[in-house]
C-alpha cells in the first residue's frame, strides 16, 4: 500500500516504519496516526517480519501530535472524537516486538509514541519531552502514566510539569532509552538488534512482549506467575527442544516457530 506520511521497508525480516512529515517535523496527524497503525497490523500479518523499527528523522522522531490540527477542536470534538485512541490501541495490539529508533525530538505525543514501542534506542542528539502544559493542556497518550511507570514520580513530575526536555544521556540513566549511540549509527544499532531479535523463536519472542508488558499491568505474584506458566508452557514447543540441544551439541539453534 502507498503511504503519505510514511516510509515502509521490509528487509532481512525487519519491517523499518520511518515517520515522514519533514516540513512539521513528524507531527502527529490523523493521516500519519492510521497510515502508521495500518503498517503495523500489515508487519503484524506478513509472516516475513520478525521485529518492526519506527524512526524519524536525524532532526526529529516526532514534535507532538500536530497543534495546527488540534487549536480549533472544542471540548465535545476532542471527546467525541477521542484522538489517536483507536490507533494507539491498534499499536498495542501488535504483538511482534517494536523498537523506537529516535533521533533529535521526541516530544508530546512524539515522546509517548516512544514509549509505546517495546524498547527505545536513541542517538546522541534526541530531546525527549512532555511540553503539553506550555500549550495549555496536558498529555493525552501515556505522557503522565507511562511516562511515571518508566523514570518515577520526579521525574514524570518535573517534565511534566515544567515542559523542559530530556537529553538523550539523561534518557538512558533514567531508563526511557536503553541505548545511547551516535546519530549516524541510530539505525545501524536499531537493525542490528532487530536482527538479533529476528534469529530467535518467534514464539518466545511473543511471550516476552506479553510477559515484560504484564509487568505494568498486573500485582507481581500474578505477573510472576504468568512468567512461570508461560515458561513451563514453551516446553512444549520444537523451539525448546532445539536451543536446549543446540546449546548442549555447541552448535547454533535453528529455530522453526514451532
Ligand atoms: C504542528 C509543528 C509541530 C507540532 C513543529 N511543527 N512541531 N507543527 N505540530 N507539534 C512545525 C513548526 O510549526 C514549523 O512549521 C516546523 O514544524 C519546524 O518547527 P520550528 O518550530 O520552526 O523548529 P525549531 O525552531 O527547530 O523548534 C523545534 C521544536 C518546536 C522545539 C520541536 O517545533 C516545538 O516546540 N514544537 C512543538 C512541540 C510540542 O509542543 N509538542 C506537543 C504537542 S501536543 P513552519 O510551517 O513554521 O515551518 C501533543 C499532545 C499529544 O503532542 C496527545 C494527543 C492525544
Known amino acids: 500500500m502507498a503511504y ?7 528487509e532481512n525480516h525487519v519491517a523499518q516504519i520511518t515517520l515522514n512529515r519533514p516540513d512539521a517535523l513528524n507531527a ?12 503495523l497490523s500489515a508487519a503484524q500479518d506478513n509472516e516475513k ?7 524519524g528523522s536525524e532532526k526529529a522522531f516526532a514534535a507532538g501530535a500536530d497543534i495546527a490540527m488540534m487549536k480549533d477542536k472544542s471540548f465535545v470534538e476532542a471527546f467525541s472524537g477521542d484522538l489517536f ?8 495490539r501488535i504483538r511482534k516486538p517494536i523498537i523506537a529508533a529516535v533521533s ?9 509514541l516512544a514509549m509505546m514501542c517495546d524498547f527505545i534506542i536513541c542517538s546522541e542528539t534526541a530531546k525527549f519531552g512532555q511540553p503539553e502544559i506550555n500549550l495549555g493542556v496536558v498529555a493525552g497518550i501515556g505522557g503522565t502514566q507511562r511516562l511515571t511507570r518508566i ?15 530530556m537529553d538523550a544521556e539523561e534518557a538512558e540513566r533514567s531508563g526511557l532509552a536503553s541505548r545511547v ?7 545501524e544499532e536499531a537493525q542490528s538488534a532487530a536482527q538479533k531479535i529476528a534469529e530467535k523463536s518467534m514464539i518466545s519472542v ?3 512482549k506479553e510477559a515484560v508488558n504484564r509487568a505494568y499491568e498486573v500485582p507481581l505474584r500474578e505477573g510472576l506467575l504468568f512468567e512461570r506458566r508461560m515458561f513451563h508452557a514453551l516446553f512444549a514447543t520444537e523451539d525448546q527442544s532445539e536451543g536446549m540441544s543446540a546449546f548442549l551439541e555447541k552448535r547454533e539453534a535453528q529455530f522453526r516457530d514451532k
Open 4 to 10: 503519505e506520511t510514511i516510509i515502509v521497508d521490509v
Open 151 to 165: 523514570v518515577g514520580k520526579s521525574k514524570a513530575m518535573d517534565m511534566n510539569l515544567t515542559g523542559r526536555f
Open 85 to 92: 485512541t483507536p490507533e494507539t490501541e491498534q499499536i498495542m
Open 49 to 55: 517480519v520478525r521485529c518492526i523499527i519506527i524512526t
Open 104 to 112: 533529535g525530538y521526541a516530544l508530546g505525543g512524539g515522546c509517548e
Open 181 to 187: 549511540v551516535p546519530c549516524k549509527k541510530l539505525l
Open 206 to 208: 511473543m511471550v516476552v
Open 28 to 39: 502527529l496527524n490523523d493521516e500519519l496516526m492510521k497510515e502508521l497503525a495500518d503498517a
